[in-house]
């Protein structure tokens, strides 16, 4: 394989897709693996960008980390220039979470001094300032991420969120590329460059390219450093990639991914070398709908879809857990409808809590189990489409569909891309994570997916 400019891993398997979008959107032909390839299959089809989907945002954390550094191992032998460790930028974690130790794995192993915590996306209303994160202006800990069923989050200050995770300390950027200590006993402020504000990329650029050296300055003293630059508009992440891009690993959000694609597709339009394919998102066949995330915005998009005339089949689930609604007996209930069905398990937080009573575990295998027997029993079918909403959901149904990778197409709405599998291209997968998409994002994903024969060509 020749080389290529970024190597991403992902925590989950939506957010890798929705990575994927941002660097295809940045100019960046990308092929997103759901798990390191194996031997024989590391084809990346000539892509310019690999993301590789891991499951790993919950789990264990030695797992966490040895499973995440196998894949960035093997991006680095595969010909990465840049590695990105990709997390949800609402900084989905535990308070002993996963993104500390895998980042803290990979700076040791590389020798890299610092880093950037940058999990900002503002297409979505995710922004950082003062290395605090905010959704769509509320701070994160009173956003609706304080009910997450997996994650809740406690807090919005990163640092906070970082302290039982790593071992080395974080430091806030602002604009102007002044850096202020937030946890070990790091200097409270430390001014570095003339104030930049908002006046323009280039001056953001200029004065977050300043902190470099102030930034190398304490990562000597401490080891290893975190730096949580100011992140509040689409400039200033562009800002950040450029003052950035020459460092060997960097961890964010798909707004960053982005960012840096964008850099990277500027420097092979100067020097001749940028190739873009056209791409085709429609196929011809049926489609299955399937919403397993409860966040609020899932909620109004299955309500949108149901009130607007679709077909639904609500989970249920004790009955699930008592065997009493399985794969089967919903496929029969969808199968010769004659319409597009939408199966849904998505319900109210106080529902949540009440079905987490039978074990929280037990019930979210038991749905995702229910999920992807459905998705099996659709693509055996011959049904061709297959859109998912929910991280957890749309995970389960990608390891039992058993596509190696995907290359990746135009979006349905930011971070929700449309996926062809590189060894089944008559099929079309949409996942998103759960608050992605407006409310009518089902049907947009129908029409986007909508084709004749030659788009399979």
Not at 15 to 42: C, I, K
Not at 88 to 117: H, K, Q, R, W
Not at 172 to 191: M, Q, S, Y
């Amino acid at each position: 394989m020749s080389g290529f400019e970024l190597g991403v891993v992902a925590d989950d398997f939506t957010g890798a897709s929705d990575a994927a979008s941002f660097m295809v959107q940045g100019g960046l032909e990308t092929v997103l693996f759901n798990g390191v390839p194996e031997a024989g299959r590391e084809n990346i089809h000539g892509a310019r960008a690999v993301v590789i989907a891991l499951k790993t945002r919950t789990m264990e954390r030695e797992q966490a980390v040895e499973e995440s550094m196998e894949a960035f191992r093997w991006l680095r032998k595969a010909g990465a220039r840049c590695l990105y460790f990709k997390y949800c930028s609402t900084f989905d974690s535990t308070p002993e979470g996963n993104i500390g130790p895998v980042a803290d794995a990979v700076m040791e192993e590389l020798g890299i001094p610092y880093t950037l915590l940058c999990p900002s996306l503002p297409v979505n209303g995710r922004t950082v300032r003062d290395g605090a994160l905010y959704v769509n202006g509320l701070p994160l800990h009173e956003s609706h991420m304080r009910n997450h069923p997996l994650t809740p989050m406690w807090d919005c200050r990163i640092s906070e969120l970082m302290r039982g995770q790593s071992r080395y300390p974080c430091v806030a950027v602002d604009e102007n590329g002044r850096i202020a200590g937030l946890t070990r006993g790091v200097p409270e402020t430390n001014a570095l460059c003339p104030a930049a504000g908002k006046n323009g990329i280039d001056a953001q650029s200029g004065a977050f390219a300043g902190a470099n050296a102030k930034l190398e300055e304490l990562a000597a003293r401490w080891g290893h450093l975190y730096a949580v630059p100011d992140y509040e508009t689409d400039g200033q992440g562009q800002g950040i990639a450029r003052a950035f891009s020459h460092l060997p690993f960097l961890t964010g959000g798909s707004g960053l991914a982005g960012a840096l694609s964008r850099v990277f597709t500027d420097e092979e339009e100067k020097n001749g070398s940028l190739i873009k394919e056209p791409r085709r998102d429609g196929t011809p066949g049926r489609a299955i709908l399937m919403a397993g995330s409860c966040s609020a915005m899932t909620r109004r998009q299955v309500q949108a879809y149901l009130a607007d005339g679709g077909f639904g089949v609500r989970l249920v689930p004790e009955e699930i857990v008592a065997g009493a609604q399985s794969a089967e007996t919903v496929w029969e209930q969808i199968r010769d409808a004659g319409r597009t069905p939408l199966v849904y398990s998505s319900a109210a937080p106080e529902d949540v809590l009440k079905s987490q009573q039978m074990g929280r575990e037990r019930v979210a295998q038991a749905i995702e189990g229910l999920f992807a027997g459905l998705a099996v029993r659709a693509v055996e079918a011959g049904w061709t489409r297959v859109i998912s909403a929910g991280g957890e959901t749309s995970g389960a149904v990608t390891r039992a569909l058993g596509c190696v990778g995907y290359r990746i197409g135009d979006s349905v709405a930011p971070g929700v891309p449309v996926m062809t599998p590189l060894d089944r291209p008559e099929l079309r997968l949409i996942l998103k994570s759960g608050n992605f998409g407006a409310e009518d994002f089902f049907e947009r994903a129908l029409r986007l997916t909508e084709g004749g024969e030659r788009d399979n060509g």
